[in-house]
């Protein structure tokens, strides 16, 4: 039997069961369908979060009293940690010679005020004069404040997008005042449209001079201190000499944790693909239950057809129909379905990663090689699924299969 009759057989028995068809295909278009959907929205995710992260600049270290928290327990042990303090900032500024730049930074959120318009929940930072250009911040007009202004705590600031956007629509905010709790400051800079990260504006603060943040709202949060080291091949010496530092002004023990965090992009981005291994995973495992189920299915039908078919296996067999060619025709018919499942499935994870690329800043997209793996396992799921089927019907005894009403 040449392949073209074994495949006009296979269709046929399908079609002529189109309800009992679709509801086994329903588990391979759901595995599929996520699996295509899910590695396509990660990927567009880990892309996504690489280009955040990058923003930090892979010279860039920052000491600061939480750092990364994986639990409730490193929280709760956080919060018993020691402030870092101005003199801690100045004393890594003086000891740590190394370094190319060192930098403070605090904030915290307070309403601004301008021209009769609020604004709650405003991030705002106080920073050294030279934290905007180890972080990369780009300005739209204006400038950023001097070191002899941030030295003198002078009332500057520069402003987010969105706070220009908001309380100056139409009008130029350069000279003019913003309240922060009801503390003038002068407008001397607006910074470029940085968008949002994870559905979070990065549009929505006033920066100004540390010195001039601690003046009005008080000196009672612990520093980050952000440290530049002149090359990747000095970094690991800084980040010893930072950390010495800080351990000695605590009194750390030699054998006791650091008690401060360290933040990278190394770091951050092991974070990330921590968490997004770990939904990937989940969602994988999720997936493989409906590809069992699908598998399933597709075998009990295969059953059931060769039990209805038992008199017609025969009549063929009878007719010189070799054991290879009810075998291949079987197990056509199994991985017709699934790999059709694969194809539907396919589509609509592609139609998910659309969704997810238009309604989000993720880049998620279907490639290539997604859609083959997704139809590459839907067909290996047919063929596993089908496979003893296919092996009864060839080996039915022709006699005994004629005798069958």
């Keep these: 039997m040449i392949l073209e009759d074994i495949a006009r057989i296979g269709l046929g028995s399908l079609t002529a069961h189109k309800l009992r068809s679709a509801l086994n295909l329903l588990g391979i278009i759901i595995a599929v369908a996520t699996i295509v959907a899910v590695i396509s929205v990660v990927s567009g995710l880990n892309k996504y979060a690489a280009d955040v992260i990058s923003g930090l600049g892979p010279n860039t270290l920052i000491f600061t009293k939480f ?141 100004m001079p540390l010195a001039a943040y601690q003046h009005a709202f008080g000196i009672t949060r612990s520093l980050d201190i952000f ?35 360290i933040v990278d992009a190394d770091a951050l981005n092991i974070l990330w693909k921590s968490i997004t291994f770990s939904a990937f995973a989940l969602v994988i495992w999720i997936s493989s239950i409906s590809l069992v189920v699908g598998g399933v299915a597709i075998a009990n039908t295969m059953f059931a057809s060769i039990v209805e078919r038992t008199r017609e296996i025969g009549l063929r067999k009878a007719l010189g129909a070799r054991r290879r060619d009810l075998h291949r025709q079987f197990l056509f018919e199994a991985v017709a379905q699934s790999f059709v499942g694969g194809v539907i499935g396919v589509l609509l994870g592609w139609l998910v990663a659309l969704a997810v690329g238009h309604f989000s800043p993720f880049p998620a997209r279907v490639t290539p090689f997604l859609v083959g793996t997704g139809l590459t396992v839907a067909t290996f799921s047919g063929l596993l699924a089908g496979w003893l089927p296919a092996m009864r019907a060839a080996r039915l005894d022709p006699i005994v299969a004629l005798r069958e009403d």
Aim: charged letters at 30%.
């Design 67 to 207: 750092g990364i928290i994986r639990s409730r327990e490193a929280f709760l042990d956080a919060l018993k940690r020691k402030d870092i303090s101005n003199d801690d900032l100045e004393a890594v500024r003086r000891l740590v010679p190394q370094a190319r730049r060192v930098a403070g930074r605090v904030f915290s959120t307070h309403p601004v005020y301008a021209g009769g318009h609020r604004l709650a929940d405003t991030f705002v930072l106080g920073a050294e004069y030279e934290l905007p250009w180890m972080i990369g911040l780009e300005l739209q007009d204006g400038r950023f404040f001097t070191e002899n202004e941030a030295d003198a705590a002078r009332a500057v600031a520069v402003i987010g997008w969105d706070i220009k956007d908001e309380l100056f629509p139409h009008e130029d905010p350069l000279g003019r005042e913003i309240k922060v709790e009801g503390r003038p400051f002068r407008i001397i800079g607006t910074m470029a449209k940085q968008g949002s990260t994870f559905g979070q504006s990065q549009d929505r603060f006033v920066l």
């Design 227 to 261: 440290v530049e080291v002149p090359d990747a091949a000095s970094s690991q010496a800084v980040e010893d000499a930072v950390r010495l530092v800080l351990r000695s002004r605590r009194g750390t023990p030699f054998s006791a944790p650091d008690p401060f965090g």
